[in-house]
């Protein structure tokens, strides 16, 4: 008796965890959908003033740059929250097929391959803005640049005129939410063995 209670309780501490995490990636996704709006908004706003200062001949250099930067943004942002909605587009021709349990283990490998990837996001943005040896540099672009060969925070945007590194910063943003809503989806996955449940609303 005592060890199926054991057991029991065993099985139920997850249950916190779980919901912090779920809790965490509707909190994220919270933020990503306003930002996407926002970002979106800007995208069309930009290409307006785009048209408009070109028709009256005062072209604004720095819009198309900054239409640019700002889609890529919108683009990872809504990706992001399009997985935690498992709304990414899916061919799911076997999936239909297979029974539940077949089902339920192709979805966690699935969620399970996606965590794999957004980790190693992680681990390549950790390499690639090297935190640690800018640090040692004393935050010194040209040392860091000399010690390193990497030019991420010295490297100027084109036309308006600001570090490059403040446009990728998207990058270790878009890795850090995708692995909190990978992880939000296994966990749903896993749940309780029981089959995964449909695409998540975060209305």
Excluded: Q
Excluded at 5 to 32: T, W
Excluded at 69 to 92: C, D, E, N, P, Q
Excluded at 173 to 194: C, K, Q
Aim: proline share 5%.
């Amino acid at each position: 008796m005592s060890s199926a209670i054991e057991r029991a309780s065993a099985g139920a501490r997850p249950a916190p965890v779980r919901r912090a995490l779920f809790r965490a990636s509707a909190a994220v996704a919270r933020v990503e959908r306003v930002a996407a709006c926002a970002l979106i908004a800007a995208v069309a706003g930009l290409i307006l003033l785009n048209v408009f200062t070109r028709a009256f001949n005062v072209a604004l250099y720095w819009v198309d740059e900054a239409a640019i930067y700002a889609m890529v943004w919108a683009t990872l942002v809504a990706a992001s929250l399009t997985l935690r909605k498992r709304g990414l587009i899916a061919v799911t021709l076997l999936l239909d097929a297979a029974g539940p349990r077949v089902r339920r283990a192709m979805t966690v490998l699935n969620d399970a391959i996606i965590l794999a990837f957004s980790g190693y996001l992680i681990w390549l943005c950790w390499i690639w803005f090297a935190p640690l040896e800018f640090a040692r540099a004393g935050f010194d672009v040209g040392a860091f640049v000399v010690a390193t060969g990497n030019f991420l925070y010295g490297e100027p945007t084109l036309t308006i005129g600001i570090p490059k590194v403040w446009v990728w910063l998207i990058m270790p943003v878009f890795a850090v939410t995708l692995t909190v809503h990978a992880l939000a989806n296994l966990a749903e996955s896993l749940a309780d063995g029981a089959p995964p449940p449909a695409p998540t609303t975060l209305d």
